[in-house]
């Protein structure tokens, strides 16, 4: 088959965002201001590294280099604190059809996820074989909007960047997407998302006569 799809994690199979938030909020709560869920939206799809950056920059807080090392090694303990106890039912609805399709196809999928933390989410909530690859924050050197994580991913399904679907949530990844010249496919709100080739709103949208087009129309 020629054509092959890769798959954000984070708020594209599962909705990870409310559980960094809860961790991100307790730090600035320690540091002393204000972080809202409109602040934790700047994060979506940000590394790990790039998210504190951001978040100190709202709390106008400046720490030095091994500070900085510490909160995150004790933001990421408690993220880890509630994503162990994650299961199946936090699936995103939508998320294991479309799987579904894809194998009836015959189509491949990897995962090309930010998080460093993608391979034990999968497990979590039971995905993980079902996956032809994995490309994580492990594997990458630059971080979306950096097309590189998708482009390993293009090289894990041994296929063209032009043969390639992309589904995203996150302004940097559709934007990683179509720089890598693949199909993008924005799931969430389309005005947010508005640089994707295709908007869906989740992934119950998605039809199989849709993959089925998508498989005929390459991205020039
Ligand atoms: C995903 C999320 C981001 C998160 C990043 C790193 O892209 O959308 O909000 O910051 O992964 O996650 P990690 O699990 O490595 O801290
Ligand atoms: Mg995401």
Redesign the pocket.
């Known amino acids: 088959n020629k054509t092959g799809v890769i798959f ?4 594209v199979i599962v909705d ?2 409310k559980y ?1 938030f809860l961790a991100w909020k307790h730090l600035a709560d320690t540091l002393g201001f204000e972080f809202t869920e409109a602040h934790n939206e700047l ?6 590294v ?2 504190l950056e951001i978040l100190l920059d709202i709390g106008q807080i400046s720490l030095s280099e091994a500070r900085k090392q510490d909160i995150l090694i004790s933001k ?1 303990e408690e ?1 880890l604190s509630y994503i162990t106890k994650m299961g199946a039912d936090e699936i995103l609805p939508g998320a294991e059809n479309l799987l579904d399709t894809l194998d009836q196809l015959g189509i491949k999928y990897v995962l090309g ?6 391979s034990l989410i999968l497990k979590q909530v039971g995905l993980f074989n079902r996956f032809t690859g994995i490309v994580d ?1 492990n594997s990458v050197s630059k971080a ?1 909007p950096d097309p590189e994580v998708f482009l390993i991913g293009a090289k894990l399904l041994q296929l063209a960047p032009k043969n390639c679907i992309v589904f995203e949530d ?1 302004i940097a ?1 559709v934007e990683a997407a179509n720089k890598a010249h693949m199909i993008s496919i924005g799931i969430g709100d389309k005005k947010t998302l508005h640089q994707a080739d295709y908007n869906f709103n989740d992934l119950t949208e998605i039809s199989t006569d849709f993959i089925k087009a998508l498989m005929n129309h390459k991205k020039e």
Do not use: C, I, M
């Open positions: 954000d994690l984070d708020g990870t965002a960094h994060l979506k799809g940000v590394s790990r790039r998210s990421n993220y996820s930010a998080s460093k933390n993608a924050g979306k996150a990844g």
